[in-house]
């Protein structure tokens, strides 16, 4: 099956600064990466997807890269605010029946006012 | 609109004991799926509907674990004699398509299960 990884595990970034969290995949078949935002004692939110025929797509403060030959992509948020703080998950998907999401460990992201 | 609802937010159970879950997915969204998330990790995959069909279950840890979802709407996970390694909160998400290509999953709130 898929195997995601993701670094770092933790995030500390000065208000302002920007944030990149990095993700790598095992199946060349995966062609579907969502990141996702967890807050404390709540569910997954999805902040941004890429699709693997789109090398770059951006939406506001939040970017996400994906290089396909290297089989790695990356979150990118620029002019971190503190409510930023949180854990991002990266989820990559491969098509077939089912279309399930295999995760990364997160990474925990602590903007400092 | 109202998004993925689940209940009860926390269970406690005594090992040994039979749970059960609901997921109410979005209004009108044809996938569903449940995850297993323990403390400080990422979600895993559990099992999949298309509608009222249990298209995937190859994540279910044991079978003492059960899903169904006999309207296609509304899900339920079954924990049946329940063991300490069970502890962990339940995710339910939905989607709006199904298909050859994976779509956007919302999540809802999840189920924290602590097993004493």
């Known amino acids: 099956g898929e195997n995601v990884e993701q670094h770092p595990s933790t995030l500390s970034v000065q208000e302002g600064d920007s944030a990149v969290i990095k993700c790598t995949y095992s199946d060349s078949a995966s062609n579907y990466f969502p990141w996702y935002k967890q807050e404390l004692g709540k569910g997954p939110q999805l902040i941004i997807d890429i699709r693997s025929n789109v090398g770059e797509k951006k939406d506001q403060r939040i970017a996400v890269t994906l290089n396909k030959t290297a089989k790695h992509f990356s979150l990118h948020i620029t002019e971190t605010q503190p409510e930023d703080s949180a854990v991002y998950f990266c989820?990559?998907?491969?098509?077939?029946?089912?279309?399930?999401?295999?995760f990364g460990t997160g990474t925990s992201l602590t903007v400092i006012p | 609109g109202a998004g993925v609802s689940q209940s009860p937010r926390y269970k406690v159970a005594k090992r040994g004991q039979d749970v059960a879950l609901r997921c109410d997915p979005i209004?009108?969204?044809?996938?569903l799926f449940w995850y297993q998330q323990a403390l400080g990790q990422g979600p895993e995959f559990l099992t999949y509907?298309?509608?009222?069909?249990?298209?995937?279950k190859s994540g279910l840890p044991s079978d003492r674990f059960f899903a169904e979802r006999p309207e296609g709407s509304v899900s339920t996970l079954k924990i049946q004699r329940t063991q300490q390694e069970d502890s962990a909160v339940y995710l339910c998400a939905s989607s709006p398509r199904a298909g050859e290509s994976p779509y956007e999953q919302y999540f809802g709130p999840g189920t924290r299960l602590t097993v004493t």
């Open positions: 989820a990559a998907s491969v098509s077939n029946t089912g279309n399930q999401f295999y």
């Open positions: 509907f298309q509608n009222e069909a249990q298209l995937d």
């Open positions: 209004s009108g969204h044809v996938s």
